[in-house]
C-alpha cells in the first residue's frame, strides 16, 4: 500500500482527481496555485511528495502531463482512457471499397493501446476467425506502410479496396492469408498492395457479443 498522506496532502489529491474528472487532465502548476491560494513552489512541492509516495507520476520532469495511479501504482482508470476514430468499414471476407469517411470513435483503455494516431475499422466477413477476428468486430490498427511476415495488417487493394489479413513476403509478390479453411490465401503484384496498418487489437462490441451468448 501507498505510504499515507499527510491532510493537506490529501487535499491536494482530491483537488487534481476533481480537476481531472472536470476537464480530462490535470492542472498546470499555475492553475493549482491561484485554485488553491498557494504559492507555485508549494504546488510542485506536494506533487512531488504524491510521487515518492506513489500516487502520482508525471511524464517528465517539467511535464504537465500527470499521471494519478492507482493502488498498483498504474494509471488510474480516469485517465487511462483514450478516444480513436472508427474509419470506415473493412472486410475480413471479400474485399470491399475502402470508405474514408469516419463511423464514429471508440474509447479504449490508454495502457492497453500506446501507439499514436491509432484507428479503428469495422470488419466485415468471416476469413479471419481462426485469428478470434469476428464479423462486426473493431480492429484497432497502428499506421504503418510495412509490414512483417506474419502479422495481421489492414491492407488497400488495387488502392480501392480494403482487406485484413496475414501478411507474407515472396520473391516477387505479396501473400494475403485468411485464417479460415474456407477461404484460400491470394498472391499480389508488389504495386498492388499499400499496407495501411498493423492490426494491434480487437474490440468487441455489444451485437458481436449478443450473437455470440445467443
Not at 100 to 116: H, P
Not at 165 to 183: Q, T, V
Request: glycine share 10%.
Amino acid at each position: 500500500m501507498p505510504p499515507d498522506l499527510t491532510p493537506r496532502q490529501e487535499d491536494f489529491l482530491r483537488y487534481l482527481r476533481e480537476e481531472i474528472r472536470r476537464a480530462g487532465r490535470a492542472p498546470s502548476l499555475r492553475r493549482a496555485a491561484r485554485d488553491l491560494g498557494i504559492s507555485h513552489a508549494a504546488v510542485a512541492q506536494l506533487l512531488r511528495a504524491l510521487e515518492e509516495k506513489g500516487y502520482a507520476r508525471r511524464q517528465g520532469r517539467y511535464s504537465r502531463t500527470v499521471h494519478l495511479l492507482n493502488p498498483a501504482r498504474r494509471t488510474a482508470g480516469l485517465q487511462r482512457w483514450r478516444e480513436i476514430p472508427v474509419v470506415g468499414r473493412i472486410t475480413a471476407g471479400l474485399p470491399m471499397y475502402a470508405q474514408q469517411q469516419w463511423e464514429g470513435s471508440v474509447v479504449l483503455d490508454a495502457e492497453l493501446y500506446r501507439g499514436e494516431n491509432l484507428f479503428a475499422l469495422r470488419v466485415r466477413g468471416d476469413s479471419m476467425t481462426g485469428a478470434g477476428i469476428l464479423d462486426g468486430d473493431l480492429a484497432v490498427c497502428q499506421p504503418r506502410q510495412y509490414a512483417c511476415n506474419g502479422e495481421i495488417v489492414v491492407a488497400l487493394i488495387g488502392g480501392e479496396e480494403a482487406t485484413v489479413k496475414r501478411f507474407f513476403l515472396g520473391g516477387d509478390h505479396i501473400e494475403l492469408r485468411p485464417e479460415n479453411p474456407a477461404y484460400r490465401p491470394v498472391r499480389y503484384g508488389f504495386d498492388e498492395i499499400l499496407v495501411q496498418g498493423r492490426v494491434i487489437g480487437i474490440q468487441r462490441g455489444p451485437d458481436v457479443m449478443r450473437r455470440l451468448e445467443g
